[in-house]
């Protein structure tokens, strides 16, 4: 198993109940409408996702190593595989949205069904004592807490989608002090040049795309302590920045034309102000807040337009040991401000701050395995492998990511022209 | 005011609430997931027929003529608008599916609020007196009983995109004898050469598009007595009527491909036998009741492999003077079919069969005016004439249609494409 | 043989090498990388044209019918093949465009292979006897006269799409009156109310979709006497036409916007003024000239902008039984001004003016098959037959159809939004 | 100018000719017709290709630097623009395939004009040490030389095209050993692990891209001696390859699936046996040359089926450093070949073969910037730098590269799912 190396049994069932909780919980304010929406195709329904995590624990867990377990409905695995070919046909990505059967309470039961029959298992010595299938639990969680950040930038998506605009849930009362932030300022670290080992080493779950380790050597360089903020990107746009094909990737710029792009997705102007969807409903722009919800091309040219640019994810991870800010770190899912908050002020710390939370940040390195990567054998060998091509890299987690998956060796990865995550911009000279 | 003669007052409002009533109860039994589904564009999600029947009684008779009314939501107007460009922007036709809210209640109290302020003004006697007036409600109840048919349709189609393929209703017994139709003779029925008038004259209401009546000749044809059955249409798949060119109009044949038409909307073949869905779920098909969910170019295709033609709209109009059936007649939306039936046992009668309901009768006319067609000035002008082009009327009605809505003069009209209606083939000759 | 009924002996050979003759000629001026060009698909390139209609003797005539015959390459049934099914697979037509070879001197090779053996069969007094065969070389005949056509417009599309806009021909002389036409006066034909025989009857050739003729009844109409002006569309286009969805239909309005349509194809403004590109290059639009380039649905627009309508494909047949005026048609291929000329004073004459020749005229009428149509068996079957849907009628012939080759009968058919051929507007009233 | 390291003055002269020569050299066996053509996007037509090479010397040399040069053609800057979002609006590339003038014989003109000018300035002193410019020469032969490149395989593409498949050049004689080749033998170079300079170091010419150098670490690899051959890539495609997705990156399988991919492009199966178009015509696949024209999806399915890896750029440099073979290279533009040839037999040298020339080699590495890449001031700056997304590199050049064109730290680009260029396999391991 390359995925996992899980830790002691008792915590892990508490684990399990806490994080299928955590994701019924999130679909809690949604109406049963809600659950079935899939306005663009990169989201899936919320329903989607609580079935398609369960169907996980089914497919790679129950079905084939406890005996005795039957499957809740026989077109379940139809209905709610995702992307593995080894585990037969499934509905296509792109007809998500038109389950509105089963209905949400049929998937509730579904969940139910298969929590009995995982906390059974979990109770079970014998099952305890094989470390094949911890690793499959594991992975188990980890994926559901995946989806839970689909599930909140999945749902933010579809409440923008009809023109009532509604909220999710109320704006949370500031719960530290990097709400009442100050003016960022345009300060720097810097990572000496020297071999780096990326890639992740020692205890604790990891994916198989941070796997080896391996050295990586790197210049000097320098990185912004904060990301980049609203003011700052407002400022890039009214200099015209979306206008202008010079700091624009090709392809970037076509899409710019194309879809009309002028602003970061959610951002609309508003007599003379901008204002952005938020899961809080409308509202205007905190001018210290890190910018989010911009496409790597826009990033990039961002960083452009500022004579900067975006780090390597090898630079990224090098600046991650050497100037994580343990104690100005946070906003993850847990927190419930569901939005990128504003870096606290800087407090003689030299650490770069909100590294993990807050905001994911593309960085100028594409999805490819490390040296040695390899897959694992059969369906879960899908996992991440077959997606290494065409995608960029993005590090650090966000606002919507739960605090227990986040680590700085992860690789997160998508298309750059995709928008709908908490993505931001961390700046790199020279 | 083109469209309108209505009748009597009283009656007026219980048509009104019997009206009102009979969309929501088509939408009973519907999880909330269902309503807001658009698994294909042409399909509407049943929660935006709710809304969109009632704002036509909001925008057309209450707002303008009724004063101190007040809508019922700033944004519904935007929300609940088809195709009328003289009612300002809207949600494109392709994004209803894109709105999980309002929430389903709400529709259900903006019906109630509608209603309430419809109800008063239908019952008040200077209101009654203003003839204009009563011809927009009578507008907006035959506009509901549309959207009462495209309810029908649309569920089926939504309801058959989940692979769970639920039924929406239980069979019902056979109500009348043509469920237990025997083999159909194959009798056809003589329609004389002459001059015939063709559209709607005398009291009722009738569309724009019915009107003028005006003199068509027509030279002597024969018409076939019932509809073709799904045993005859089988034979024409057997025979390899979807592998041969010969058959087909050249768009026809060229969908035939890209699409891999192999047998009408709905059927699937399932160990050597034809199954189709329905409204009560996945049945064999019954050889005797009529094929439907055809295409214009699958009705020409059989009608050109089997030797014969299909009518035009003006003979089959004159069929209607000639060979109307008032006994035989039946299987509107009141049925509860929900599908059509065989025809009854021919017992004397020379009448064609189910001229009036069961499947709409694909004809081979263009939807254009007739001469002296006017439409109305301002948003109701769009009603119909602005779709007078690329379309195929259709004649009759069909298990979807209420009884009181259809009359042989009715012009309906599809893209020669669309299967997911009711449709069916009758034919002709020579 | 549903086609033709043709002439004595000797004319034919005459009119086979002029026919073939004026083919060439009209490619005479093209550069070879002109012939090859396909910029859109409904045009096809020049060298196409070239080998298909010869192509369709050898495929039609000398292969079936004379006997030691040859083909003169065998991979040319399948590059030259336009849409028979009957005759095998073929160049799909979107790739047209992509055969730069057989090079040019080799197509005239094949044409004068072909002719070769055309004039032998024609010389010969066996093959003279049998009627059915005359009748193909007939159809041959008449089909390269429709490639003649098409040819005329396919080069201006192609010429138009370089940005040097090269000129084809000089422009001529004007040879007749109507070249110093003064302004047209808004004058009407009246068609009595009555019945009138549709369709080609007595002596000649003509097309299966002019059989069988029958009876209409016409209610009274009148219609404009010259074709609607430059000056009067562009009156339209100043008044705001393009941008007041009112007057169109449904579906043009969508191109409208789609497309950014603006004007007629071919037009474009400088400085104030409307120039457009002609066969002789970029010229400023002559205000008496009629208006062409227009989809059906810009035609239908002006109709409705103007308070009139379009005629019916039977009503303006009836117009041509009456009003013909023999003395002010012409402007045809053979006229070489590649483009619709101006309307002759009115000089006592009570005809429509250009009925035939200088513009296709969009009625409103559907290409359906009249009363009693039939196709031919086999290949030829598939020449208007398959092509009876979505189309709409044109009448008339244009400044681009060999005079020989039009009638009062003869039903041209596009889809309507197709705006490269010579079309233009004849309004009726009421 | 981050360019060019220029050469002496006089071989420059003699460069510019020989070069300008060649251009018109590969054009010479086309016909006119053949000059326009654009098959599919990623193709240019060779007309173009003649103009836009031109178009480079006239906009970057002599309009900006030559006093009194005046330009050939007031339109030629928008026709022959490729993609210099800084020198102005120009033909979309989907329709450098309308272009059916300027003919082929002004496009001559336009050269020998733009030559007349160039010479002169090539033999004046003043000019001459004006090293700036001369980097600017430099780089328009440079640039030249890769559209020489693009000739070659956009011919190949073109002449595939018609289904007559004609044949570009006669089938050379083999010049040297590598045509009479035997087995290719399993064998591998050992590169050991390492700090390796990659990127370009002193002098001579290099594009931007391969700037700046620098370090990086490697783990030790091997890489193959020898490129995968036809029947070693047969032999995947007899096991399956194409119908297995466990070879393949996802959107790879995607494309296989939508496109129907069988084999790799310009492959056919007669008999039992597979041919391909080559430039020579269709021709039965020679077993022991390296296959080619695979996407890098294939490359990369390839190299996992059977067991191994594709090399990163870093690695195909550091191979480059330490294992190139002088002695067995060879097959450039200049041999005439127009194809790989099998690889000379193993003679005791340890080397890689045909590191440069025969085929590109797809490499895992995305095309992203070198640390500290800087992109050149105004039009020169769009390029290489703006398209560092979404492509991979390929190392190495083909038998249609000019060997003076390539070198070891020569990057080249294209998205991963593009196979008209002459693409093949090296594979690594571990």
């Known amino acids: 198993m390359l995925f996992a190396t899980s830790a002691g049994s008792t915590p892990l069932l508490a684990r399990y109940r806490s994080i299928r909780e955590?994701?019924?919980?999130?679909?809690?304010?949604?109406?049963?409408?809600?659950?079935?929406?899939?306005?663009?195709?990169?989201?899936?329904?919320?329903?989607?996702?609580?079935?398609?995590?369960?169907?996980?624990?089914?497919?790679?867990?129950?079905?084939?190593?406890?005996?005795?377990?039957?499957?809740?409905?026989?077109?379940?695995?139809?209905?709610?595989?995702?992307?593995?070919?080894?585990?037969?046909?499934?509905?296509?990505?792109?007809?998500?949205?038109?389950?509105?059967?089963?209905?949400?309470?049929?998937?509730?039961?579904?969940?139910?069904?298969?929590?009995?029959?995982?906390?059974?298992?979990?109770?079970?010595?014998?099952?305890?004592?094989?470390?094949?299938?911890?690793?499959?639990?594991?992975?188990?969680?980890?994926?559901?807490?995946?989806?839970?950040?689909?599930?909140?930038?999945?749902?933010?998506?579809?409440?923008?989608?009809?023109?009532?605009?509604?909220?999710?849930?109320?704006?949370?009362?500031?719960?530290?002090?990097?709400?009442?932030?100050?003016?960022?300022?345009?300060?720097?670290?810097?990572?000496?040049?020297?071999?780096?080992?990326?890639?992740?080493?020692?205890?604790?779950?990891?994916?198989?795309?941070?796997?080896?380790?391996?050295?990586?050597?790197?210049?000097?360089?320098?990185?912004?302590?904060?990301?980049?903020?609203?003011?700052?990107?407002?400022?890039?746009?009214?200099?015209?920045?979306?206008?202008?094909?010079?700091?624009?990737?090709?392809?970037?710029?076509?899409?710019?034309?194309?879809?009309?792009?002028?602003?970061p997705l959610y951002w609309v102007k508003q007599e003379g102000k901008w204002w952005h969807f938020t899961l809080h409903g409308l509202e205007e722009i905190e001018p210290q807040a890190p910018v989010t919800h911009l496409s790597f091309y826009e990033a990039q040219a961002y960083a452009t337009w500022s004579g900067h640019r975006l780090l390597t994810e090898f630079e990224w991870e090098a600046l991650a040991q050497r100037h994580a800010n343990p104690v100005a770190e946070g906003n993850f899912l847990e927190s419930g401000s569901f939005h990128p908050v504003a870096a606290a002020q800087p407090s003689g710390s030299s650490g770069a701050a909100h590294l993990l939370g807050n905001a994911w940040e593309w960085t100028y390195s594409g999805y490819f395995p490390y040296p040695g990567f390899k897959t694992a054998p059969g369906a879960l060998g899908e996992y991440n492998g077959k997606f290494m091509i065409n995608q960029m890299v993005l590090r650090g987690g966000s606002c919507a990511t739960p605090q227990s998956h986040i680590r700085p060796t992860y690789r997160n990865f998508f298309h750059p022209d995709k928008r709908w995550q908490f993505t931001g911009i961390r700046l790199a000279q020279p």
């Open 22 to 263: 955590q994701t019924q919980a999130l679909c809690a304010p949604l109406t049963p409408e809600d659950t079935v929406m899939q306005p663009m195709q990169d989201v899936s329904p919320p329903k989607w996702h609580l079935g398609h995590t369960t169907w996980f624990f089914e497919s790679f867990v129950l079905q084939p190593h406890l005996p005795g377990y039957r499957p809740f409905h026989p077109q379940y695995a139809y209905l709610f595989n995702s992307y593995y070919n080894s585990m037969g046909s499934r509905v296509a990505r792109s007809d998500r949205g038109t389950l509105s059967r089963p209905p949400l309470e049929e998937i509730y039961a579904y969940r139910r069904h298969v929590d009995h029959w995982m906390e059974k298992a979990l109770a079970d010595e014998g099952f305890l004592q094989q470390p094949q299938l911890l690793d499959l639990v594991e992975l188990g969680l980890q994926h559901e807490q995946q989806h839970q950040e689909l599930l909140v930038t999945d749902i933010k998506y579809i409440l923008s989608s009809t023109p009532l605009m509604p909220a999710y849930a109320a704006k949370p009362q500031p719960v530290y002090e990097s709400f009442q932030a100050k003016e960022p300022q345009n300060e720097w670290c810097t990572v000496p040049a020297g071999t780096y080992t990326i890639g992740h080493q020692g205890e604790g779950f990891c994916f198989d795309n941070e796997q080896q380790p391996h050295q990586v050597y790197l210049p000097e360089f320098k990185a912004r302590r904060t990301l980049v903020t609203n003011a700052e990107y407002a400022a890039f746009i009214e200099a015209g920045g979306y206008a202008q094909f010079q700091h624009w990737l090709d392809e970037g710029w076509q899409l710019v034309q194309q879809h009309h792009w002028q602003a």
